[in-house]
Nanobody, 119 residues
């Protein structure tokens, strides 16, 4: 069982930056692929990025490449999402999720953290 708690969201002006964190409980955090998703008002939840258990492999949605950076610290059971050059289209609730090694889907989800970008 893994519990995920996101933090770091808030209200920022366009062009600003944020660093989101996702703290996980559970001894096997380092074995999970971790992902970030977001859901904007009135839209479906969308994939943003993911990072392999080792941190070596990452993958980004085209819409965020070059502005978003995912990283993880397995010693602290935490995954991060650094966001730069924010724009109003980034306004959404951001969720982190954990995918087990033998899973096709993400098994655990956090409650989300709100990011609001003002123009």
């Amino acid at each position: 069982q893994v519990q995920l708690v996101e933090s770091g969201g808030g209200l920022v002006q366009a062009g600003g930056s944020l660093r989101l964190s996702c703290a996980a409980t559970g001894r096997t955090f380092s074995s999970y692929t971790m992902g970030w998703f977001r859901q904007a008002p009135g839209k479906e939840r969308e994939f943003v990025t993911r990072i392999s258990w080792s941190g070596i492999s990452t993958y980004y949605a085209d819409s965020v490449k070059g502005r978003f950076t995912i990283s993880r610290d397995n010693t602290k059971n935490t995954v991060f999402l650094q966001i730069t050059n924010l724009n109003p289209e980034d306004t959404a609730v951001y969720y982190c999720a954990a995918q087990g090694q033998n899973s096709r889907e993400y098994d655990y989800w956090g409650q989300g953290t709100q990011v609001t970008v003002s123009s």
